[in-house]
């Protein structure tokens, strides 16, 4: 299952509203999950089951969608939230990854 | 507080057998609601998953890697392990190891360790 990421590269401000969206190529249910990775460190889990937020993870984060498309959104951006995301579906195997998206400070 | 830490060699020459082990503490790798598995990602590039090992011993691979990997556990030493094989220069990755339960995301991570495929 492909996964395809837009935008793959976003430049936005501190306290934006960002949108990222995840297309996968055929139906996933909710077996969807989002990262951030910033450099030389693993990624770190965000959001799973499309919606749920990992514990430990700001509630300006949020995930939905359902089937092909779903979509994260950083409601106010903070300056420790610029970095890269990636999505993952966990439906079937092999898991893939989106191509990620960078975040960049504008 | 579950951690997970990579270990093996930094380097391979082409066409050996790249083996790397994962180490677990903080909790139990025999705890039947866990998979454990493997990524890698090469410079400036993307995550790609490369297999996962339950506690009981059940496999899944990527059929990308066309059957030159193997993921094993070591329920005593708390391990689980990978081997990938007849590696090239594209093999040259950041390799990480992960812990997540079926159908949830990777909820701990290994820092990841570089591994450069060269003569």
């Known amino acids: 299952i492909q996964l395809t990421q837009s935008p793959s590269f976003l430049s936005a401000s501190v306290g934006d509203r960002v949108t990222i969206t995840c297309r996968a190529s055929?139906?996933?249910?909710?077996?969807l999950a989002w990262y951030q990775q910033k450099p030389g460190k693993a990624p770190n889990l965000l959001i799973y089951?499309?919606?749920t937020l990992q514990t430990g993870v700001p509630s300006r984060f949020s995930g939905s969608g359902s089937g092909t498309e779903f979509t994260l959104t950083i409601s106010s951006l903070q300056p420790e939230d610029f970095a890269t995301y990636y999505c993952q579906q966990l439906n079937s195997y092999p898991i893939t990854f989106g191509q990620g998206t960078r975040l960049e400070i504008k | 507080q579950v951690q997970l830490q990579e270990s093996g060699p930094g380097l391979v020459k082409p066409s050996q057998t790249l083996s790397l082990t994962c180490t677990v503490s903080g909790g139990s790798i025999s705890s039947g609601s866990y998979y454990w598995s493997w990524s890698r990602q090469p410079a400036g590039k993307g995550l790609e998953w490369i297999g996962r090992?339950?506690?009981?011993?059940?496999?899944n691979y990527n059929s990308s890697l066309m059957g030159r990997v193997a993921i094993s556990v070591d329920k005593s030493k708390n391990q689980f392990s990978l081997n990938l094989s007849s590696v090239t220069a594209a093999d040259t990755a950041v390799y990480y190891c992960?812990?997540?339960?079926?159908?949830?995301?990777?909820?701990?991570w290994g820092q990841g360790t570089l591994v450069t495929v060269s003569s």
């Open positions: 090992i339950s506690s009981s011993g059940s496999t």
């Open positions: 089951s499309a919606s």
């Open positions: 992960a812990r997540h339960r079926a159908g949830e995301g990777f909820d701990y």
């Open positions: 055929q139906g996933i249910s909710s077996y």
